[in-house]
């Protein structure tokens, strides 16, 4: 019994896991590609005319020396909140705090699961 | 559908218009916008989906956006307002310095001759469900020097990511905001500034923290390039 509870609960946290995935994609579709990119990689269609560059999310060393902490902080107050850039604007007035734990596992998914 | 008509007709009689010019006046902008343009919505409890299959902006709320002599003027003759597109991911492609707009992609607004122009703007100014945003609002039109105020837009509030303040300067997601202050109503920039997403739940325009004051501070910018332009 044990261990079928514990299967269910694996596979309940990896059904939740994905669902967010897919959420977290969605969003960085709809708020930030255009600054860091279709791809991810910074250079999305506003950064030509910005003094400073978007963050590369794919940028596995750059992103990797940021907690998820942090990432949740910049996205919810913005840069300026981590003495970066105003260019990044805080999205905590748009989005809830589930949303933007789906953007940083869709972050981590950028940087870090590479194949 | 009948129902709306009815208010809109409502609307217009008490306004003084001619009930046969509104009912037909609003069954062509329905034929005519409703296909791109949302007309009706409730974004609130819609899926954050739409605002990827979003057309056009929407218009429910025109009536508390628009300047009229604008909206005839644009309806006649009308040109890009967003350098990207209403959802611009869907009108980009790879470039080899990174995304590019896919011109081919966007569509052209189609022309009306001046009175049709006329008869729409009139009705489109009817819709107004956001009466007490605007009545909320507190902005009485101002002005800045505009060194101070090309900064504060750019510099310190950052709102050149995403908004051209001058043909070619700033960002192309959103709309360009050199003509904002003949296109929209003062109030309407100063409530959208402050809070857009009381006006769109799925807007793309970040809801920030700036007080009263510096949300009229970028809103006299908009007066002061705006007025510049012809």
């Given at each position: 019994?044990?261990?079928?509870?514990?299967?269910?609960?694996?596979?309940?946290?990896?059904?939740?896991?994905?669902?967010?995935?897919?959420?977290?994609?969605?969003?960085?579709?709809?708020?930030?590609?255009?600054c860091?990119?279709?791809?991810g990689?910074?250079?999305g269609?506003?950064?030509?005319?910005?003094?400073?560059?978007?963050r590369?999310?794919?940028?596995?060393?750059?992103m990797?020396?940021?907690?998820?902490?942090e990432?949740?902080?910049?996205?919810?107050?913005?840069?300026?909140?981590?003495n970066?850039?105003?260019?990044?604007?805080?999205?905590?007035?748009?989005?809830?705090?589930?949303d933007i734990?789906?953007?940083?596992?869709?972050?981590?998914?950028?940087?870090?699961?590479?194949? | 559908?009948?129902?709306?008509?009815?208010l809109?007709?409502?609307?217009?009689?008490?306004?003084?218009?001619?009930?046969?010019?509104?009912?037909?006046?609003?069954?062509?902008?329905q034929?005519?916008?409703?296909?791109c343009?949302?007309?009706?919505?409730n974004?609130?409890?819609?899926?954050?989906?739409?605002?990827?299959?979003?057309?056009?902006?929407?218009?429910d709320?025109?009536g508390?956006?628009?300047q009229?002599?604008?909206?005839?003027?644009?309806?006649?003759?009308?040109?890009?307002?967003?350098?990207?597109?209403v959802?611009?991911?869907?009108?980009?492609?790879e470039?080899p310095?990174?995304?590019?707009?896919?011109?081919?992609?966007?569509?052209?607004?189609?022309?009306v001759?001046?009175?049709?122009?006329?008869a729409?703007?009139?009705?489109?100014?009817?819709?107004?469900p956001?009466?007490?945003?605007?009545?909320?609002?507190?902005?009485?039109?101002?002005?800045?020097?505009?060194r101070?105020?090309?900064?504060?837009?750019?510099?310190?509030k950052?709102?050149?990511?995403c908004?051209?303040?001058?043909?070619?300067?700033?960002g192309?997601s959103?709309?360009e905001?050199?003509?904002?202050?003949?296109?929209?109503?003062?109030?309407?920039?100063?409530?959208?500034?402050?809070?857009?997403?009381?006006?769109?739940?799925h807007?793309?325009?970040?809801?920030?923290?700036?007080?009263?004051?510096?949300?009229?501070?970028?809103?006299?910018?908009?007066?002061?390039?705006?007025?510049?332009?012809?």
């Open positions: 019994m044990k261990r079928l509870l514990l299967s269910a609960s694996l596979l309940a946290i990896s059904a939740i896991a994905h669902a967010q995935a897919d959420r977290g994609t969605q969003l960085y579709n709809i708020y930030c590609t255009q860091h990119g279709m791809q990689n910074g250079k269609v506003n950064a030509a005319q910005m003094s400073i560059q978007p590369d999310h794919t940028d596995t060393k750059e990797s020396a940021r907690s998820d902490d990432l949740f902080k910049v996205i919810q107050q913005g840069g300026k909140s981590i970066k850039s105003v260019l990044m604007p805080g999205w905590g007035g748009n989005l809830s705090d589930d734990h789906a953007l940083v596992a869709h972050l981590r998914k950028l940087c870090c699961q590479k194949n | 559908m009948k129902h709306l008509f009815s809109i007709a409502a609307a217009m009689l008490a306004a003084g218009a001619p009930l046969t010019a509104i009912a037909d006046t609003a069954g062509d902008v034929q005519q916008c409703g296909t343009h949302a007309l009706k919505h974004y609130a409890t819609s899926a954050i989906q739409e605002r990827a299959e979003r057309k056009a902006p929407p218009l709320y025109a508390n956006k628009f009229r002599a604008w909206l005839v003027s644009w309806l006649q003759n009308p040109v890009r307002i967003r350098p990207a597109g959802f611009p991911s869907a009108h980009l492609k470039g310095d990174g995304d590019a707009i896919d011109a081919a992609s966007l569509a052209k607004h189609p022309a001759p001046a009175a049709q122009a006329e729409m703007a009139d009705y489109l100014l009817t819709l107004k956001f009466d007490s945003l605007i009545k909320a609002e507190t902005y009485q039109p101002g002005t800045i020097a505009e101070m105020g090309k900064m504060n837009f750019g510099k310190f950052g709102c050149d990511g908004h051209q303040d001058a043909s070619n300067s700033g192309v959103g709309p905001l050199y003509t904002a202050w003949k296109r929209l109503q003062p109030a309407f920039i100063s409530s959208y500034i402050a809070n857009p997403v009381a006006w769109d739940p807007t793309m325009m970040p809801k920030g923290d700036a007080n009263a004051d510096a949300v009229h501070k970028l809103a006299n910018y908009l007066k002061v390039i705006g007025e510049k332009q012809p």
